[in-house]
């Protein structure tokens, strides 16, 4: 089993912590963000991590080198998808590293500032389950009922139908109805009228091996939303929800004391 950790980010919203150094390498609960994900990916099988790195990346790959000699991890294998030339993107990121994750199976892909409680190991095992049986399914993502301006459309069998921006009224789908309401201030209400329930991306998915052919045929740099959003017409993009897990963005200042608490409840 292979995982993906996008740490490559300018970590804009963290700043001044990150003036000096990556969101990757942040600390929470006295660890940086990176070790943390690399442990809980480790304990739930995935011996094979790749991590993209670019906004201080020699910084990040030198701390996980010395963590892993530090915590004996020699079983562990961990691989660089260097973007020092040029910062791709969450879409551009995974197909860069697409000759690192390629090996006919699914793969994980899991957000570097996203902290959880979600049982990772059931959520991959779930999807691949889900993909085995319909091979139109090219990815099942994590997502959450926590507030956030832009989120996920789904409809009732949770398959990905759009994206919203509530603030903006902003829609984006590549079915015509969905499409037509981007820029109505009424665009929420008829939403839901069609039962399409909103979620925030949860920053962990499982993408079959199909999902990075198709990304062949995209550029350098794209976001991962925008690459579903494309292809949900013609494949199925699934949404997972598990109502009982805790997710946390730690993407901004403001979370900080809130992953601070969870993580060390995490570890009483």
Known sequence: MKAMILAAGLGTRLRPLTDDKPKALVEVAGRPLVEWQIIRLYSYGFPDIVINVHHFGDKVEEAVKEFMEREGLSALNVSFSEEFDLLRDTGGGIRHASSLLEDGEPFLVHNVDILSDMDIEEFYSSSCSKMQEDNSIISCVSVSGRYSDRRLLF????RLK???????????????DIAALDGKEEAHSIIEEKGLRPFAFGGVHVLSPKALDLMKDYGEKFP????????????????EYQESSTIIDVGRLENLPKAEEFMKSQLE
């Open 224 to 239: 991962i939303v925008d690459f579903y959003l494309e292809n949900a017409s013609s494949f199925k993009i699934l949404g």
């Open 162 to 176: 759009g994206w919203e921006n509530i603030k903006t009224f902003q829609v984006k789908s590549p079915f015509e």
């Open 155 to 158: 409809d009732s069998e949770m």
